[in-house]
């Protein structure tokens, strides 16, 4: 057994009404800083699990974001594989810093 | 016989017991029903009350949605029982599937605490056939996730099949939609609350059990209240009163 991480992007669908995202927008005017637009604020979740391989994982992944993480009516998300997968013998982050 | 009706308790439920106040004073026997129980315990409507349930983390109604009790609630929703929705019990609905839509964060981006006025669309509901006037029914809001969305062809749907149940008037008595006002929280349409197509389960944002008496500033909202006892009495075979409604 290994474990991959993963990220799971979910973002407001394309033209869903997005209250935060445009506040965001209406205070960069604030910071002087001009010239941006089309401000979408999402969530992002980041999650370690355990697989025979890399697609099982993220078929299980996949279930977990369009059930739980997101809502399909008006949000989409991406997977996005991140950091290292280590087999579940070794000893994680040893020796690091 | 009173006729018992649950009301489902969330961690994080917080009108639980101002929702079986107002069904105990609609002659029900209210019947709190914590979230890790599987089964119903033979009521015969549920209500899952307004809150916070699971902090709504992640978004409102979500995390509740997956609690051990929604599955009998579903199977009871789609056998044909009475299930109201109210505030964060309309958002556990929509994350369910179980009514259409879904409740975005109000456009304000503000906590919306107020009275509001709404008109029932339909008195010829589960939820509504006890309402002696339909509009305007005044009450409380209090949520920051209400906006009632769905897209346009959606929409449109809903009013052909007659499932919005009710919408935020104005003063003047007109349908307060994003923009308006009287609208608290950006709803398309002025939607306040709806109903599935089938007319056994419906959501509301506003709540009509914190207007269940007029010491509370409204009683406007018993006739939600009493609609329920009465349909849930009549479906269970407990003494109802003849000659209402038509479920």
């Known amino acids: 057994m290994t474990s991959f991480r993963f990220a799971v992007n979910v973002t407001p669908k394309p033209g869903i009404l997005d209250p935060q995202g445009r506040a965001v927008e209406g205070s960069l005017g604030h910071l002087g800083i001009v010239g941006v637009s089309a401000v979408r604020v999402g969530r992002r979740v980041e999650l370690t699990v355990d697989g025979v391989d890399e697609p099982v994982a993220r078929g299980v992944v996949d279930q977990l974001a369009r059930e739980l993480l997101s809502n399909p009516l008006i949000e989409a998300y991406t997977i996005e594989p991140i950091g290292a997968t280590s087999s579940t013998t070794s000893t994680d982050a040893a020796g690091e810093g | ?247």
């Open chain 2, 1 to 247: 016989m009173p006729v018992r009706i649950g009301v489902v308790v969330f961690p994080g439920s917080n009108c639980d017991r101002d929702t079986i106040h107002a069904l105990d004073l609609a002659g029900a026997e209210p019947v709190a029903l914590w979230h890790e129980r599987a089964s119903l315990e033979g009521v015969a409507a549920v209500v899952l009350p307004g809150g916070f349930a699971y902090g709504d983390y992640l978004r409102a109604g979500v995390i509740a949605r997956f609690s051990p009790i929604m599955r009998a609630v579903a199977a009871f929703a789609n056998g044909g029982g009475l299930v109201l929705g109210i505030c964060n019990g309309f958002q556990v609905l929509a994350e369910a599937g179980l009514v259409p839509g879904a409740l975005l964060r109000n456009t304000s981006l503000r906590f919306a605490g107020q009275e509001v006025a709404i008109a029932a669309e339909r008195a010829d509901t589960a939820f509504t056939h006890a309402l002696g006037v339909r509009r305007p029914l005044r009450m409380p809001v209090a949520h920051g996730e209400g906006c009632y969305y769905a897209d346009e062809a959606a929409l449109d749907q809903l009013e052909r099949n007659r499932q919005v149940l009710f919408r935020y008037v104005d003063a003047s008595g007109d349908n307060a939609g994003p923009g308006n006002p009287a609208n608290p929280n950006g709803s398309l349409r002025a939607i306040a609350g709806v109903i599935n197509a089938a007319g056994n389960v419906a959501g509301l944002m506003p709540h009509p059990e914190r207007a269940a008496e007029a010491i509370l500033g409204s009683d406007d909202g018993m006739g939600i209240v009493r609609s329920l006892v009465e349909s849930a009495a009549r479906v269970s075979g407990s003494a109802a009163p003849a000659g209402v409604g038509a479920r």
